[in-house]
């Protein structure tokens, strides 16, 4: 049975930040806005046919999970955030769709990859989208942070059996002012760079770059192991 989606968390997320975000639920369907519809229609082109499961690891209002759990192939969809409204306001979204499969937990990427036998194993597909350098330099929601190029892509590695969509600003001087503010801080602005990001991403997946999701690089990686 499924529950009632009270208004609260249909203005959540039809409009909140992110606005990048933003989605109505119209009668049992999701109704993305503008730049979100223009986003789904560039990433779900790099995923695999049929779909089976999908990661996302910064699902924010939860979107491309839902989305992928309505599509019938698809047996495990997850999303792991560190922001506790946002996965409240999606949890209430998968009920009042009645998809079971799909699944959101407050956890970072460095839970999730400890854990991830606890979710299955690794998933057939994962999206990396504009969360890259919160990862790299923590965020005002998180102080922590892998100041390790390396280690992240070994992460991502490890939660993914066959391709990750990674789509993120990778050249330090195009990174949002707060985020260069935080770098500053902690002393890391000349460790975040696109030649190391790519040569990081490299030693883990095979990378086959796509064409830019408007100025920011879209790139398929396919697990090495």
Sequence with gaps: MTTPLSPEVAAYIASS?????????VRGKLKPRWKLWRRLGRLQRLYPEPL????DLSSCKGFFVLDAAQ???CERALGIDIHAPDLDAS???AGH?????????????SDLAERIGEFGGPFQ?????????????????????VPDHDELFRRMASVTSERLIFSNRIEFDVLPRHIQRRAAELGLEGGYDGRAIRAAAEKHF????????GRIPLWLLRPRH
């Design 125 to 145: 597909t994962t999206l990396l989208v504009n969360t890259y350098p919160y990862l790299f330099f923590g965020s005002d929601r998180s102080d922590e942070h």
């Design 206 to 213: 095979e990378l086959k770059m796509q064409r830019p999701l």
């Design 91 to 93: 949890r209430a979204v």
């Design 97 to 109: 769709l009645g998809l079971r499969g799909a699944r959101f937990e407050e956890l970072t990427l």
């Design 17 to 25: 930040y992110p606005h990048n975000h933003d989605y109505r639920v």
């Design 52 to 55: 089976r499961e999908l990661l």
């Design 71 to 73: 599509r019938p192939t």
